[in-house]
C-alpha cells in the first residue's frame, strides 16, 4: 500500500493550471496513470484522471464516502485550520452526507426542485418563460448605449446575472440580498482568505430565509424543501438552500460562459450543433471540453482498494477530476457507458448517487441563454484571445472572471412570452407582488458595468 504523505507531489494549481490544465493533466497521466498523487494547497490527494477510475469511485457510494469523518488527518486536526479549501468542504449539507442521511436529505431537494424541472408541470414551463424573459432583459440592457454594434461583458453583464435572477427568484430571496450572496458563493469556492467570513455571511442570509419562509410559506424552493421534510431543522434547510445557490448561481454561470465560448472558438463542434438547432447538444459538448467543476470534492475509501497503479490507503482524500477524465484516451473506448460517443456521457454533473438533482434545472438556464444571445446578436467576437482570458483559478471551479467580446445586434426582438401569471402561480415569488419584477437590484449592479471594455 502506497503512503500518500510520503510521495513526492507536485502543486496541482499553478499559475498557468487554466490554461495549461490539459498538458498538466496529460503529464500527470503520462507519469502515474490514472490515478496522481497531487499537492492540493499545501495537502497531498489523490486525483483522479482516468474515466473508467472515475465512474468507479463516483457511482460506489458504499466503498467510496463523502463525508469528512472518514478523513483521518482532518478528524486528528493536522489540517492547518486556515488551510484555504476548508470552507467549501465544512459544509453540513447534501453532498457531504452518506447512506441513510443522503438519501433522506436527496428525497426531499428532489421533491422542492421538482416543480421547477419537470416539464410536464406548470411550474417549469413558467420557468422557462421567466428565464426567456430574464435573457432578454439583460441583452436589451448591456446593448442599451451600443445602438446596432458595441462590447460588452458578458460574464459580469449577462452570464452571472441571468442565473442570479432566476435563483434569487427559486429561492424567495429580497432582491437587495442577491448579488450579495453570489459574491459570497464565489468568495467561498474560490478558496480565497475571505472565503470563511463569506461562509458566515451566506449562512446568516440562509437562516434569515428559512425563518422567513417558515413564518410565511410561499410557492418557491425552500418553502416546499419545508413541506416535503418538517422534521428538517433550520440549519438543515439552510445548507440545502446553500447547495442551491452554488449548484444555480457559481455553477451555471460558469457553464454559461464556458459554453459561450466554446461556441465562439471550440473544436468540438458546439459552434455546429447551435447552428443545427441542437442547443443542448451545444451545452453537452461544452461540459465535455470545460465542466464547470473541474475538479469534485474529496472522496474517502472505507478500506484500502486499488484504483489505478496504487493501492489507496482507508481515509485518504481522492479527488475524481471531469476536465481529466474527459481527456482520457480511453474515454471513447469505455465499456461502462454504453453510447460513450454521446456528449451526453460527460461528468459535468458528477455520476451515480450524488449526481446533481437539480441539473435539468440548470441546463435550462444555460441552454435558454445560450440560445437568445445568440438569436438576439447576429455576429459575437472575442476581443482577447482565447488564451488570454481571465480564468479564475479555484481548486473546484472552472469559470471566467471576465468574457469581452464585440457583438452585433440582429433584428430578432426579444421574445414574446405568455404575460406574468398571478403572484400565487409564478415560480418562486408567492410574496411579491407581480407588478414588482425580480430585477432592480440586478439593473443597479449592472449599471456599475456599463463601462464598456477596451
Known sequence: MTRLEMLPVQPLLTRDYEIRRTRIHEELRNRYGPVAPVDLLGTPVWLVLGFEESLTVLRDDGQWKKSMSYWPSYMEGRIPADWPLLPALECDMMVFFDDTRHRKARAAFESAVKPFQDLSLPHARQLRNMITKYADELITLLSADGGRSGTADLCGQYTRPLPLMVTT????FSD?????????????????????????????????????????????????????????????LAWALYLVLCTSTDMVGALLSNTIVEILVGSTGARASLSAGMVGEAVNRAALANPPLHNFTFRFPVAPTRLGRFVIAAGDPVMVSPAAAHADPLFGQAETAEAIVSSRAHLAWGAGPHQCPSRDLASSIVAIGVQRLFKRFTDVQLMLPSDQLPWRISPLVSGLRSLPVRYILSDVPPQNVPSAPKASETPGAASRPPSEPARSAFRRMLASLRRRPD
Open 176 to 236: 437587495s440580498l442577491g448579488d450579495q450572496v453570489t459574491m459570497d458563493v464565489w468568495r467561498v469556492l474560490d478558496a480565497g482568505p475571505d472565503a470563511p467570513a463569506s461562509l458566515e455571511r451566506l449562512m446568516a442570509a440562509l437562516h434569515g430565509l428559512v425563518l422567513a419562509k417558515q413564518a410565511s410559506p410561499g410557492d418557491d424552493i425552500p418553502s416546499y424543501m419545508l413541506a416535503s421534510d418538517p422534521s428538517a431543522s433550520t440549519e438543515e
Open 169 to 172: 427568484r427559486l429561492l424567495g
